[in-house]
Each structure stands twice: as structure tokens, then as C-alpha cells.
């Protein structure tokens, strides 16, 4: 197979894995609308809030496998950037999921599967600055800003420190930006914060 069509192949199959919302599925099992409920985003922390952190961690796990699965399988199988599309369209889906009528979850833990699966070496980073974001605010919405931030900043030093190649450090550069896009009122927080 050519390819252009393995990425084309990577964008279609990323998309569709990633547009499966665990959170909604869950959500719907046990009669609990979850654009009602708690911070009203169909994704792993709000389903922690409302169902209890148990259902919050394996919804989180599911979505990291959302992004994680198809970034390795397209990479192993299509190459680098077959699996980089396959990473960046699963994030992707997770956020339009066109099941939720293009309202899907903020991409948080998607993106730390497509990082896993692509740049391991950027997860490092990434946990460190979630978990201090974290720690700092007290805000898993924050710290997913720092997170990204922190991506974003990763990729780009670690390909001037020839860590990695460029197409990675572009995968980390859109990853972040799409994942700050998903977070402007939790930016908007931290700017209010930083400020005061």
C-alpha cells in the first residue's frame, strides 16, 4: 500500500477510534446524563465527580488506549507519520465526536495516548507538569493547561537538542495547541490567577 493511503487510512481509522466517547457509554449505562451533571464535559474527570473516581480512572484509561492504540498500530505498521496522523485524528475525534453532535471531551488523556504511542520521550515532561499544575491549583483543568503548555515547549527544545525529528516536534506542537483550544476557560482562569 502506497503512502499517502496508509495516511489516509491512519486519519479515517483514528478519527472513528477516537470519536468513541468511553465517558458518554458509561454515562448512558448508568442513567446519568453528563452535560447536566458536574462540569457538564463528557470526559474522565467529570465522570470521576459524578460517578465516583473508580469509573473516573477506567474511563481515563480508555481514552490514553483511544490515542495510544492506533498511534502504534498505524506507526508499527504505515510508518512515522502514519502513525502521527493516526494519533493527532483520534485526539481529533475525541473532541468532535460526531456521536456527541461534534461536542466531545477536552482530548486530555488522548493526547497522552498519541504522545505514549509516537514520543514517549514527551510524556515525561507532561506528567511532570500536570501533576504540578495540579498541585499548584488544585484543578485537573489547570493542570492540563500547564500540560500542554509544557508539550508544546517540550517538542520544540527537545528536536533543537536533536531528541527528535521534526515531524515529531510539529505532532507535539498541534497536539498542545489543540488541547490549550479545548481549555480557554480554564486559560482564562490561570490568567485571571497569574494576575491577581
Known sequence: MP???W?????????????I????IVARIFHVDLRSSGSGN???????RVLGPRWGVIVGLLDVLKGFVPAVLFGYFGGQTAGEVAGLAAVLGHITSPFLKGRGGKGVATTLGAIL????????PV???FGIGLAIWHRVGLGAVLAAITLVVSGIAAHVLGWIDEADMWFAIVLGVMVLVR???????????FRA
Open 3 to 5: 503512502e499517502w493511503a
Open 7 to 19: 495516511w489516509l487510512v491512519a486519519a479515517v481509522v483514528g478519527y472513528a477510534v477516537g470519536s
Open 21 to 24: 466517547n468511553p465517558a458518554a
Open 42 to 48: 463528557p470526559g474522565a474527570t467529570n465522570v470521576g
Open 117 to 124: 504511542g509516537v514520543t514517549p520521550l514527551l510524556a515525561v
Open 127 to 129: 506528567l511532570a507538569a
Open 183 to 193: 481549555h480557554q476557560r480554564n486559560l482564562r482562569q490561570a490568567w485571571a490567577q
